[in-house]
């Protein structure tokens, strides 16, 4: 019954940012590895970002420098933050979660959200 809720993606224009956001319900983030995931049409889905339970975090070479993965635990949301977009970056964007609570850059992730879409033109 765990349930993942994506917001904040848009169409944006190279260069600028957005903020997504992931609540959770029925899980807490804080004790297990949590992760932004992208798909675009045609490509097959790709990590993005994972954080682990005490916030070490891992990202894809694509974005490093670019992207900041974080979390509230109080509020039980998860962030990734997206800076200085690329038309590349253009893809649905799912939060995920794991009941693994290390290597979480490795581990299989068990249940998802249903995604929120970002594009970024040119």
């Known amino acids: 019954q765990v349930q993942l809720v994506e917001s904040g993606g848009g169409s944006v224009q190279t260069g600028e940012s957005l903020r997504l956001s992931c609540v959770a319900s029925?899980?807490?983030?804080?004790?297990?590895?949590m992760g932004w995931f992208r798909q675009a049409p045609g490509k097959q889905r790709e990590r993005v970002a994972t954080?682990?339970?005490?916030?070490?975090?891992n990202y894809a070479e694509s974005v490093k420098g670019r992207f900041t993965i974080s979390k509230d635990n109080a509020k039980n949301i998860l962030y990734l933050q997206l800076n200085t977009l690329k038309p590349e970056d253009t893809a649905m964007y799912y939060c995920?979660?794991?009941?693994?609570?290390?290597?979480?850059?490795?581990?299989?992730?068990?249940?998802w959200g249903e995604g929120t879409q970002v594009t970024v033109s040119s």
């Open positions: 954080i682990g339970g005490v916030g070490s975090a």
């Open positions: 029925r899980y807490a983030i804080d004790v297990s590895c």
């Open positions: 995920a979660a794991s009941f693994r609570a290390s290597g979480c850059d490795t581990v299989d992730y068990s249940w």
